[in-house]
């Protein structure tokens, strides 16, 4: 089982512990467990390294889709899309395992101390979690700007930086420091992505990791974000109808921020995160330019 899906796992399952459904999801898995291990054309599907991820996805979200718990329906669907097709089973099975042992209050015996890669795909799946249950662009960025600040409040403090990198101190302590610290002071999710290194990594390992976080936190809400340049400025029912457009094409819920941009003579150009959409009169007349000017393209 991957790292990523792991750390995932922890956070749904956290989420459902906090909302009371934790004996739900985990009957709900051990159910479609079953019915994986009992169908042998649901098994097929879902195993088949050969089938697209995001086909195997959508069988599972459409056979499960408002008949489930939502935790259990998140975490189905982040099996079938992020793990090994041919892995599917045992991925369910140690999920299955750990929510019941969260629901029973049973401790792991000998917690596993990851290494820097191990762990930094274990938080990155972490972070996935939590950050995809916040639906409010403003909470997020003021997850980004809690947890930025508190990396720089360790990296600025030599005793609170030796204490949270100890090895002699047992990685409970070291995340109970961090919990503390935040307590009161920061947002649930900042509490929970600042703390989270602390329990599965290495203790010289946790700086990187906390900034780690901070960098994916940062992506996702540039990933919300639209950033539009328009000749023109767009009236609020403009912006909102480019929002739903744009919405749409990246499947997620976006915010839109325009700026004023006379190069782009018309149209728009859109950066999602690390994506561009040029729609802009600009862009077509240079198409238009590089094709006149190609080898035997027409002069007329």
């Given amino acids: 089982m991957r790292e990523h899906l792991r750390g995932y796992a922890d956070a749904v399952l956290e989420d459902a512990a906090a909302a009371g459904t934790l004996g739900e999801v985990a009957s709900g898995l051990a159910g479609f467990a079953r019915l994986l291990e009992t169908s042998e054309e649901l098994r097929v599907v879902l195993t088949d390294g050969g089938v697209p991820a995001a086909s195997r996805s959508a069988v599972a979200e459409e056979l499960l889709a408002d008949r489930v718990e939502g935790g259990v329906l998140r975490l189905v669907r982040q099996a079938v899309a992020a793990g090994r097709a041919g892995e599917l089973a045992g991925d369910l099975a140690w999920i299955v395992t750990k929510a019941e042992a ?57 005793e609170l930086t030796e204490a949270l990198t100890s090895p002699a101190l047992p990685a409970e302590v070291r995340a109970g420091v961090v919990s503390d610290l935040l307590a009161g002071r920061a947002l649930e999710p900042t509490r929970r992505l600042a703390t989270y290194p602390a329990r599965i990594g290495r203790p010289r390992d946790f700086v990187e990791l906390l900034q780690a976080l901070v960098t994916r936190v940062g992506s996702e809400v540039d990933r919300r974000v639209a950033v539009v340049r328009s000749v023109v400025a767009l009236t609020a029912e403009q912006e909102d109808r480019l929002a739903a457009a744009l919405s749409r094409v990246v499947g997620q819920q ?44 027409p002069t007329t």
């Fill in 102 to 158: 969260i629901r029973d209050d049973r401790r792991e015996r000998s917690p596993v101390v990851l290494g820097r890669h191990g762990a930094l795909e274990r938080s990155g799946g972490y972070a996935g979690g939590v950050l995809e249950a916040i639906e409010d662009r403003e909470v997020l960025s003021e997850v980004e700007d809690q947890l930025f600040r508190f990396e720089r409040a360790v990296d600025a403090s030599p």
């Fill in 254 to 297: 976006l915010e839109v921020r325009v700026t004023v941009d006379p190069s782009v003579l018309g149209g728009f150009v859109a950066t999602i995160g690390d994506t561009l959409l040029d729609a802009s009169v600009r862009h077509r007349l240079d198409s238009i330019r590089e094709r006149l000017t190609l080898p035997g393209a």
